[in-house]
Structures are given as C-alpha cells and as structure tokens.
C-alpha cells in the first residue's frame, strides 16, 4: 500500500492487521513499550475543510508515534491563490514524509496521490471518509469480537460515509443494509463494486426495515459540509429517518449505536440514544486515533502489522 485513498487501498488481511495493531497501540499507550516509527518525520496535515476530530486524532498521532505533525489551513497556502495540486504534491514530497488531505472533491485526492512520492492519506473528500471507517471497525470488532457475520444498518444520506461502510462491507464480510430516501442513495458504481467483490449489500427505503436485528445502527448529519443550501429540502427529505429510542428497539438486544460526529441531536438521532446506553460514540471518536497511529506506523513508519 503505498496511499490510502480508500478502504480498497488495504487487502482484507492488511485490514485485519492494522486494527490488530491499532487495538496494540491503545493498549500501549502511555507506557514505554509504545512504539515511535516516526522518529525524525513530518507529516503534513493539509485542511481545505472545517475539521476538529481529523486534525486533533492526527496531530496527537503523529507526536505519540515520534514524528512531527504540521497543519496547513489550505486558504492560508499558495493553493489558495491557485497554485496546481501536481505543484504542491512535489514540493510537499521534498519536504516532508506523508500528506494527510482533507478536501472535497476526490478527484482531488487522486491528483495529490498522482504526483506525490509521499504517502497520501484520504482524511475525507466529499465521496470517502476511509479513516472514520477504519475507527468504526475498531469499535465494533472491540464490542462483539469480530465483524465477519456482524450486520450494520446505515440510517440517512448514501453520502461519503455510506460509501465507505460498503468498502468495508467488501473488505471484512460485514453484511450491511442502508435506508435512504429516494434521491439519496448511495452511488450504485460503489454498490456494483463492492457487490462484485462479494459484499453483502441492501439498499431500502424503510428504515424499520434496515435495522431489524442488526448489532449496530449508524447514521450521519442530513447535510454534510457544503450542502448547507440543501439543508431545507433535507429536512424534508428525510423526515422520518431519526434515529430514535423506538427504532433502535428493532435492532439486535446487544445493537450498538455509532455517529462519525459532529451530531445534530434532533434530527438525523435523537438526544436518549446518542447520550444512551448503546452509544459508542466516544469510544468511536477515540479510536480515530488508534487506527490512524496504526495507518501512519505501516505508511511512513514500514511498522510491521
């Protein structure tokens, strides 16, 4: 692997390794058996939207494992001023030692990866958020012990992170149904691939259907950074998809549930579960850190799995 541009960028055992090594990291951290690959590195953490979990998770990664982190707020940068991504990609190569991108197009992603002779690591773009994911694993393996028969029900919008819950269900035999809104759906390539690569995937409209004995519940905001234009016929759109204490009682009796955060209480989940018993939302925000020191330990540390 030498970017992670999506979950398709890890084999199914690489997968398996580096959650292994991200439950390792956890369990060392804090002591002096935590390991510090990093030693003497920069990884450059480059923003072109808002972010509070990427940027803290990484940065503290980063230093935890020895290296350096530098955040550049992109309208702060000569890309804000034009400068082409193929420029930045070789200027960032001869300075640092993986770039961490936060962008909206992915098509974005894919240019810096093109040119870059550094790791590229996808931090979200508006089709794939693969290190939230890579978070969402570690919980839910954490929870049941494995994810392999487990099945998950994506509650809202076909958006990046329902994208990257139907990689993952390819990559980990993780069975999967997603409820949306007519109009909302998830892109039926990314469907057509995963499928084709023998995922167990549904797309339904009712989400009393979707999450019928499932051992997690996840959902998203209605309306993701940039459609703020939308959020009206959202609204609309997706009366009906909170996830509330009465739809959570048709998921399995041990259902978890997830949110990649931030979480508008009211709307796509409602106050009593994301603050309730099932929540692992916290637990889920923190791993974001576990699973990326694993993901820079293996790019730019060459840590063993």
Request: with cysteine.
């Amino acid at each position: 692997m030498k970017h992670f541009r999506t979950l398709l960028d890890l084999s199914r055992e690489e997968l398996a390794g580096l959650l292994d090594q991200a439950d390792a990291l956890a369990a060392s951290r804090g002591t002096d058996r935590h390991p510090r690959p990093l030693a003497g590195k920069t990884v450059v953490i480059l923003l072109e939207k808002a972010s509070t979990r990427t940027r803290v998770s990484f940065e503290v990664g980063v230093h935890e494992l020895g290296g350096h982190p530098l955040t550049l707020i992109s309208q702060h940068t000569q890309l804000g001023r034009g400068e082409p991504l193929s420029d930045t990609a070789r200027m960032f190569s001869g300075y640092a030692h993986a770039v961490v991108y936060r962008t909206f197009g992915h098509d974005r992603i894919e240019a810096l990866a093109e040119h870059a002779t550094i790791p590229v690591i996808n931090g979200l773009s508006d089709t794939y958020h693969p290190c939230q994911l890579l978070a969402d694993l570690q919980t839910v393996r954490g929870c049941f012990g494995a994810l392999e028969g487990k099945t998950a029900a994506w509650i809202g919008d076909g958006n990046n992170m329902a994208h990257s819950w139907i990689l993952a269900a390819a990559r980990t035999g993780l069975k999967l149904r997603l409820a949306c809104p007519e109009g909302y759906d998830p892109d039926p390539s990314i469907v057509r691939t995963a499928r084709e690569l023998g995922a167990d995937v549904t797309v339904v409209r009712d989400p009393a259907e979707a999450v019928e004995g499932v051992d997690v519940v996840t959902t998203d905001v209605w309306a993701s950074m940039g459609q703020e234009d939308e959020n009206a016929a959202r609204q609309a759109a997706f009366a009906g998809f909170c996830v509330d204490s009465a739809l959570m009682e048709k998921a399995g009796a041990d259902a978890i549930f997830l949110h990649c955060l931030p979480a508008h209480r009211g709307e796509e989940v409602s106050a009593e579960v994301i603050d309730g018993p099932r929540s692992r939302v916290w637990k889920q925000a923190e791993n974001r850190l576990h699973a990326q020191k694993a993901l820079l330990a293996q790019l730019v540390g060459n840590a063993e799995l």
